[in-house]
T-cell receptor, first 113, second 110 residues
Framework: GAGVSQTPSNKVTEKGKYVELRCDPI?????LYWYRQSLGQGPEFLIY????????DSGLPNDRFFAVRPEGSVSTLKIQRTERGDSAVYLC???????????FGQGTRLTVV | KNEVEQSPQNLTAQEGEFITINCSYS?????LHWLQQHPGGGIVSLFM???GKKKHGRLIATINIQEKHSSLHITASHPRDSAVYIC????????????FGTGTRLQVFP
């Protein structure tokens, strides 16, 4: 695709449920990043992939959060046993190679009720 | 203390004014990004720089590595420049993550 695509754009879920958020990076981009943005705050780093492997997952807040990128393109961020505090906009970005310009998706707004 | 601090947090201007947004950081970096975020969440990369100055249209970004400081300037501001401007640093030691500031909300009135 022409840009980074995230689906769904909005997700409302009940506390305790499992959710999956999908990111389609720009074709050919090897680096993929997940960030989380709470209201009124700047984005916070969650995890970054180089190819299929997680190069840095130090931003994942706890073991309820997990992300995969099995074929080195599409990535899925998985959140188990969602809590109200997980409500935020989840942003995905990709870059051709690390340390180059990052292109952001529109984000998925997650609301846990 | 945040690792990346921006000032001001909010800025209003009249159309045509010269705008400056400042960013200071406390960590060692390999590059600094200026990003623009419009309502609805979409983030657009404006600049990535590691030294000196870059210019694109009415936008100018500068960085002083020794002073750990960067500025984003907008010349001849226009209402369509209204957005949140975010500074982010690429913390280059064994990782490629960005550390973001909280953003500067700019409103330009006609």
């Amino acid at each position: 695709g022409a840009g980074v695509s995230q689906t769904p754009s909005n997700k409302v879920t009940e506390k305790g449920k499992y959710v999956e958020l999908r990111c389609d990076p720009i074709s050919g981009h090897t680096a993929l990043y997940w960030y989380r943005q709470s209201l009124g705050q700047g984005p916070e780093f969650l995890i970054y992939f180089q190819g299929t492997g997680a190069a840095d997952d130090s931003g994942l807040p706890n073991d309820r959060f997990f992300a995969v990128r099995p074929e080195g393109s599409v990535s899925t961020l998985k959140i188990q046993r969602t809590e109200r505090g997980d409500s935020a906009v989840y942003l995905c970005a990709s870059s051709l190679v690390p340390e180059t310009e990052a292109f952001f998706g529109q984000g998925t707004r997650l609301t846990v009720v | 203390k945040n690792e990346v601090e921006q000032s001001p947090q909010n800025l209003t201007a009249q159309e045509g004014e010269f705008i400056t947004i400042n960013c200071s950081y406390s960590v060692g970096i390999s590059a600094l990004h200026w990003l623009q975020q419009h309502p609805g969440g979409g983030i657009v990369s404006l600049f990535m720089l590691s030294s000196g100055k870059k210019k694109h249209g009415r936008l100018i970004a500068t960085i002083n590595i020794q002073e750990k400081h960067s500025s984003l300037h907008i010349t001849a501001s226009h209402p369509r420049d209204s957005a949140v401007y975010i500074c982010a640093v690429r913390w280059g030691y064994n990782t490629d993550k960005l550390i973001f500031g909280t953003g500067t909300r700019l409103q330009v009135f006609p």
